[in-house]
T-cell receptor, first 115, second 117 residues
Framework: NAGVTQTPKFRVLKTGQSMTLLCAQD?????MYWYRQDPGMGLRLIHY???????AKGEVPDGYNVSRLKKQNFLLGLESAAPSQTSVYFC??????????????FGQGTRLTVV | AQSVTQLGSHVSVSEGALVLLRCNYS??????LFWYVQYPNQGLQLLLK??????LVKGINGFEAEFKKSETSFHLTKPSAHMSDAAEYFC???????????????FGQGTILTVHP
C-alpha cells in the first residue's frame, strides 16, 4: 500500500518557469490538501479538495492553481514561479474532513527551489 | 479564528531524560488537537490526537499529551528520551469552520527535538 505519493521529490526552477506537482493516493480518500513548509512557519494550507472535481483556497493560495480531475490525484501548478515559492511542498489526504478529528496521511514532500 | 503556538523552536535533552514540548492553542470552540512528528526528509506522521473522550492521550513511541482547557494547552511529554526520538514535532488544531462542514488543520511553527547521548 503506497499511501500518498508525490512527484517529483526535488526540482529546481528558474524564475518565470511553470511546473506541476503531482499527488497520488491509493486509499480512496475524498479529501486532499496541499501545504507548504517553510522554516519557523509550520505548514500552511495552499489549496484543498473535498472530492473529485472540487477545489478550494487555503490560507496562502496566491501564485498556485490546483485540479482534481480524478479522485486519486491532486495536482498543484505554478504558472510563473517566483523565488518566494521556494519551499517544501506536502500533499496530504484523509478519509473524513480534518474537522472530524481524523488522521491526515502525508506524502514525502517535494523540495522546490526557484532561482 | 484558530491558532497554535509552540514554545521553543529547539529543545535539547539527554538520552533518558524527560521530554516536554509545549503547545498552546486558541480556539473559539472546543478544538480537536493533534501532534505530528516529522523525521528528516520524510512527511508528517500522526503521533496522537485529542478526541475529547479523555484529557490524557497516549500515542505511539511512548509519547502522551494532556489537554488542559483552563490553560488552553496540549503539551507533549515522554518520560525517557531515546535517540530515535530526534525529529521535528508539530502541534495542530482543527475546529469546525462556522457554518460549513470543513475545518482546516492549523499547524504550529514546529519544535526540533535533539537528543544527546
Amino acid at each position: 500500500n503506497a499511501g500518498v505519493t508525490q512527484t517529483p521529490k526535488f526540482r529546481v526552477l528558474k524564475t518565470g518557469q511553470s511546473m506541476t506537482l503531482l499527488c497520488a493516493q491509493d486509499m480512496n480518500h475524498e479529501y486532499m490538501y496541499w501545504y507548504r513548509q517553510d522554516p519557523g512557519m509550520g505548514l500552511r494550507l495552499i489549496h484543498y479538495s473535498v472530492g473529485e472535481g472540487t477545489t478550494a483556497k487555503g490560507e496562502v493560495p496566491d501564485g498556485y492553481n490546483v485540479s482534481r480531475l480524478k479522485k486519486q490525484n491532486f495536482l498543484l501548478g505554478l504558472e510563473s514561479a517566483a523565488p518566494s515559492q521556494t519551499s517544501v511542498y506536502f500533499c496530504a489526504s484523509s478519509y473524513l474532513p480534518q474537522v472530524m478529528n481524523t488522521e491526515a496521511f502525508f506524502g514525502q514532500g517535494t523540495r522546490l527551489t526557484v532561482v | 479564528a484558530q491558532s497554535v503556538t509552540q514554545l521553543g523552536s529547539h529543545v535539547s535533552v539527554s538520552e533518558g531524560a524527560l521530554v516536554l514540548l509545549r503547545c498552546n492553542y486558541s480556539s473559539s470552540v472546543p478544538p480537536y488537537l493533534f501532534w505530528y512528528v516529522q523525521y528528516p526528509n520524510q512527511g508528517l506522521q500522526l503521533l496522537l490526537k485529542y478526541t475529547s473522550a479523555a484529557t490524557l492521550v497516549k500515542g505511539i513511541n511512548g509519547f502522551e499529551a494532556e489537554f488542559k482547557k483552563s490553560e488552553t494547552s496540549f503539551h507533549l511529554t515522554k518520560p525517557s528520551a531515546h535517540m530515535s526520538d530526534a525529529a521535528e514535532y508539530f502541534c495542530a488544531v482543527s475546529t469546525p469552520a462556522g457554518g460549513t462542514s470543513y475545518g482546516k488543520l492549523t499547524f504550529g511553527q514546529g519544535t526540533i527535538l535533539t537528543v544527546h547521548p
